[in-house]
């Protein structure tokens, strides 16, 4: 328990379908990402997160659209994907300004695109 | 663009048997962080190494930190079959745009039989 959860932890959707990654953290920190990690490729960070305002986005497509309500919690909207946007969606935490590198992650949600 | 090669990609041993896993840049980091991975799970941090020249030891497992903060170094000692999984290496950015980022290995996967 690495104190990030994301949620669902599997999900199988369509090209034309809409769905939203969650993921909270409970470790009191500013920062939080989103990376993608795809078979035989290190991974890649898409969005960055600092206390809620986006200072990242990895020239990642527009069918990926971020969202960050409060310093606690993440989404990833998605709709219209394509089969190779398949793979592991990782979200991480850090503390944020003088607390720190290391970036805590949480579990993933494997995505499907049919 | 900062880069860390990851060596070997592959390493499959026998139950009893050392082994050591490399990364290396020509960037130097701030930090460098070691994580282990298994299949269908986010990385779990391993260690946070800071200072060049840092040597941390986690029961088996001891993670060297390059005296230029450019290198890191993992060595299992007496590898067991729970020690299986994907390792991966990321250094943090020491300043500028890199700062609050990750650079990631493309990952070790280990395989101990028993």
């Known amino acids: 328990e690495t104190g990030v959860t994301q949620t669902p932890r599997h999900l199988v959707m369509g090209m034309t379908n809409k769905k939203s990654l969650k993921c909270e953290q409970h470790l009191g920190h500013n920062a939080m990402y989103w990376y993608k990690q795809s078979a035989k490729k290190p991974l890649e960070l898409m969005f960055v997160y600092n206390f809620k305002e986006q200072t990242e986005n990895n020239s990642v497509p527009s069918r990926f659209s971020p969202e960050c309500p409060n310093s606690s919690h993440l989404f990833l909207h998605l709709h219209t994907l394509q089969p190779e946007d398949s793979a592991l969606y990782l979200c991480?935490?850090?503390?944020?300004?003088?607390?720190?590198?290391?970036?805590?992650f949480g579990p993933g949600t494997r995505l499907t695109v049919l | 663009t900062q880069l860390l090669e990851q060596s070997p990609q592959f390493l499959s041993i026998q139950e009893g048997e050392n082994l050591t896993v490399y990364c290396n840049s020509s960037?130097?980091?701030?930090?460098l962080q070691w994580y282990r991975q298994e299949p269908g799970e986010g990385p779990v941090l391993l260690v946070t190494?800071?200072?060049?020249?840092e040597v941390k030891k986690l029961k088996r497992l001891t993670f060297q930190f390059g005296d230029a903060r450019k290198d890191s170094s993992l060595h299992i000692t007496a590898a067991q079959p729970g020690d299986t999984g994907l390792y991966l290496c990321?250094?943090?950015?020491?300043?500028?745009?890199?700062?609050?980022?990750?650079?990631f290995g493309q990952g070790t996967i280990l395989t101990v039989h028993p």
């Open positions: 991480a935490s850090r503390h944020g300004l003088a607390g720190g590198d290391t970036q805590y």
């Open positions: 190494v800071v200072t060049g020249g």
């Open positions: 960037s130097v980091f701030s930090s």
């Open positions: 990321a250094g943090a950015g020491a300043g500028g745009t890199s700062y609050g980022k990750l650079t």
